[in-house]
């Protein structure tokens, strides 16, 4: 007689997202000059700076006075009942800067705004190329959404720091 073994199903719900559905921007500082009379004046001013997004789908910190905040939407289908956000969420990145660290933190949120727990947060020290940086797991309720940030430092010499993608595994 033949004995069969099974094994419980395990199915991955892994979703992948490129940094472009990520936000962020910097003040930008600039200065005009005019002339008031005969007297040349100088007038600050300030706008604002995007990010930068590259064909690869990457948000990058184009500022080399401001770190930018980024902040990028987790799109959610499964409910778990294991009151879990995630399995696992990773963030792709990349830290040129010479001297700051980059941090990223994933946080989970009642539909009214309310946060259901503490924050994630891994960061990265400088000088690291593309880097996958993994969030662990948070407490959520099955109605939460969740929100993944990262504070991009300034651009130093002539490249920049970002973020590749990022992927949550629900």
């Not at 499964?78 to 990773?90: A, K």
């Not at 946060?115 to 994630?120: K, L």
Request: overall charge negative.
């Amino acid at each position: 007689m033949k004995r069969f073994v099974s094994w419980t199903a395990e199915a991955g719900d892994t979703k992948f997202y490129p940094a472009t559905m990520c936000q962020g921007f910097v003040p930008q500082t600039y200065q005009s000059q005019i002339v008031v009379g005969q007297t040349p004046a100088i007038v600050p001013g300030v706008y604002i700076l995007p990010a930068t997004y590259a064909t690869s789908g990457a948000a990058l910190n184009p500022s080399s006075s401001f770190d930018m905040t980024v902040v990028c939407p987790v799109v959610r289908d499964v409910v778990r009942t294991d009151n879990l956000g995630w399995t696992s969420l990773i963030v792709n990145v990349l830290n040129l800067n010479h001297t700051k660290s980059l941090a990223c933190s994933a946080q989970t949120f009642y539909p009214d705004d309310y946060g259901v727990g503490n924050a994630s947060s891994n960061s990265l020290a400088p000088l690291h190329d593309w880097t996958d940086l993994p969030l662990s797991a948070m407490a959520s309720s099955s109605d939460a959404y969740i929100v993944v940030s990262c504070a991009l430092p300034v651009r130093d010499d002539t490249y920049p720091s970002g973020i590749a993608s990022y992927r949550i595994d629900e």
